[in-house]
């Protein structure tokens, strides 16, 4: 099957003619319904900020199954993608991945039908339309949804360098409202993007200033549940730090943001060229520790009492890889890059377990 996302094209060509979808759409399984951050839904799979660029692609993947639909992330102004290439496809890691910074990814040719299982990595440097087009676009994508689907809708503050922290908190609060205002049932805020070279990807290793966002969007979200979606944290003090912070403002935390590595060609150069050097990798290479992650922070959540959903992301390609975060206590598993592959999967996940 073709992928929904054509990797050979721009972004704005795929935000303007996609998703290729040319297949039938097969009957979904008619599940029970469950909650959501208080929310009903048919299942607790959705699709992770990435895939849903826009509301023919929300649209798509509600039809598909996906019941809880992320918009891609967007800002306060219009934003340009990075040029092509976009996507590579990895063939293994150097450098002890995903330990270090250090960690570097060798790129690989695709091969074929067995791309919804490759790690791959894709550097779109977090593009958006102006406020006004999605305003409108947010209301179609909510009108596209059935009975216990949900639209949760991602975004990020652009701060100037140097500009004080309290302006992007402002940002983050004032996106939140306009979130809420074009249709969202839940806000996310995206504070840890790895492949974008300015202060907005690392905002999670700052917990008081995570748990600050939170609590702005919180208060402009009202009864709307907000997320924060982070990053790789494998030390589990400074994990239980940010949780800590971020309690009682955020509903939830939604995670792992793709893992930043540098990117190589065989021949050592950088893959997607200059001042592109890392970008965050996806896929089966992030599976194992995103579920680790999600391990450790449903322990903490439950050892230090804090009100926050944890929501698996991160390598899932089959109903097992989904199994993989229940198991390890999230309450929702999203997929980022599988689904563009094999977008028939939500369907496959829902007959062989109704009750996620
Ligand atoms: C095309 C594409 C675009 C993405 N854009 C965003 C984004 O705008 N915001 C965000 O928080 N994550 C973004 N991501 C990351 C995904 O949400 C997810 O964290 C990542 O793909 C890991 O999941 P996977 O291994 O299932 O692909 C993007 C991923 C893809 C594939």
Redesign the pocket.
């Given at each position: 099957m073709l992928a929904t996302?054509r990797t050979d094209r721009s972004y704005d060509w795929n935000y303007r003619h996609g998703p290729t979808f040319a297949g039938r759409v097969p009957a979904v399984p008619a599940t029970p319904e469950k909650a959501f951050l208080g929310l009903p839904v048919r299942s607790r799979i959705g699709i992770?900020?990435?895939?849903l660029l826009n509301s023919r692609w929300v649209a798509l993947y509600a039809r598909l199954g996906f019941d809880i639909l992320t918009y891609?992330?967007v800002r306060a102004a219009a934003r340009r993608s990075h040029p092509m290439p976009n996507w590579v496809f990895l063939a293994g890691a150097r450098g002890g991945f995903p330990r270090g910074a250090a960690a570097s990814a060798r790129t690989a040719p695709r091969r074929g039908a067995a791309a919804a299982a490759l790690a791959r990595t894709?550097s779109?440097g977090?593009p958006s339309t102006a406020p006004a087009v999605r305003l409108r676009d947010g209301a179609r994508a909510r009108r596209a949804l059935g009975s216990g689907q949900v639209l949760n809708v991602?975004v990020v503050a652009s701060p100037a360098p140097g500009a004080p922290a309290a302006r992007m908190v402002d940002e983050f609060a004032r996106l939140a409202g306009l979130a809420c205002e074009a249709g969202a049932q839940i806000v996310e805020a995206?504070l840890?993007?790895p492949n974008v070279c300015s202060a907005e990807g690392d905002i999670y290793h700052d917990a008081a200033l995570s748990g600050r966002i939170a609590r702005a969007m919180k208060r402009a979200a009202g009864a709307t549940p907000v997320l924060l979606?982070v990053g790789y944290l494998p030390a589990r003090r400074r994990l239980g730090r940010l949780l800590e912070a971020v309690a009682g403002g955020a509903d939830g935390v939604v995670m792992v943001?793709?893992i930043p590595a540098r990117i190589e060609r065989p021949d050592g150069a950088a893959a997607f060229g200059r001042g592109r050097a890392s970008a965050?990798v996806?896929?089966r290479m992030?599976h194992a520790p995103s579920v680790a992650q999600v391990r450790s922070a449903a322990a903490l959540v439950r050892e230090l009492g804090l009100p926050l959903a944890v929501i698996g992301?991160?390598?899932?390609a089959t109903p097992g890889d989904a199994g993989d975060f229940f198991a390890a206590g999230a309450q929702a598993v999203m997929?980022?890059?599988?689904p563009?592959y094999d977008p028939l999967l939500a369907v496959r996940i829902k007959r062989a377990h109704p009750e996620w």
């Open positions: 996302y992770a900020a990435g895939l891609k992330t894709v779109l977090l991602s995206n840890s993007c979606k943001n793709g965050g996806l896929g992030v992301v991160g390598g899932v997929l980022g890059s599988a563009m």
